[in-house]
């Protein structure tokens, strides 16, 4: 399985960015998808997660009513949309697949897949 994420960029405080990010490959009829992002000198941390089968979604505390993921099944894709961007929300944004299991997950070691990483950066 491979991952390809694209949309990271520079916005102003305030804008918004939407990150995508498309698998290929042969997945499970049920996985999860996620965004984690490491700020320079920071760990990696969680940002979202969304089970393909259910639907269900998860935010970290710092992001929810601020960013919304979506997925599209049928494109094996997943999608960051992220409204009112804040300078700290600057970091490296990876999306991570699950292969097993739908539960969701905040967790970076129980994702088996990453992506490449796409940079997003928020001036003040």
């Known amino acids: 399985v491979q991952l390809q994420a694209s949309g990271g960029g520079l916005v102003q405080a305030g804008g918004s960015l939407r990150l995508s990010c498309v698998a290929s490959?042969?997945?499970?009829?049920?996985?999860?998808m996620g965004w984690f992002r490491q700020a320079p000198g920071k760990l990696r941390e969680f940002v979202a997660a969304?089970?393909?089968?259910?639907?269900?979604?998860d935010y970290a505390d710092s992001v929810k009513g601020r960013f919304t993921i979506s997925r599209d099944s049928a494109k094996k894709m997943v999608a960051l949309q992220m409204n009112s961007l804040k300078p700290e929300d600057t970091a490296i944004y990876y999306c991570?697949?699950?292969?097993?299991?739908?539960?969701?997950?905040?967790?970076?070691?129980?994702?088996?897949?990453w992506g490449q990483g796409t940079l997003v950066t928020v001036s003040s």
């Open positions: 969304v089970s393909f089968r259910s639907g269900n979604t």
């Open positions: 490959g042969r997945t499970s009829a049920s996985y999860v």
């Open positions: 991570a697949l699950k292969l097993t299991g739908h539960t969701l997950s905040g967790f970076s070691t129980d994702y088996n897949y």
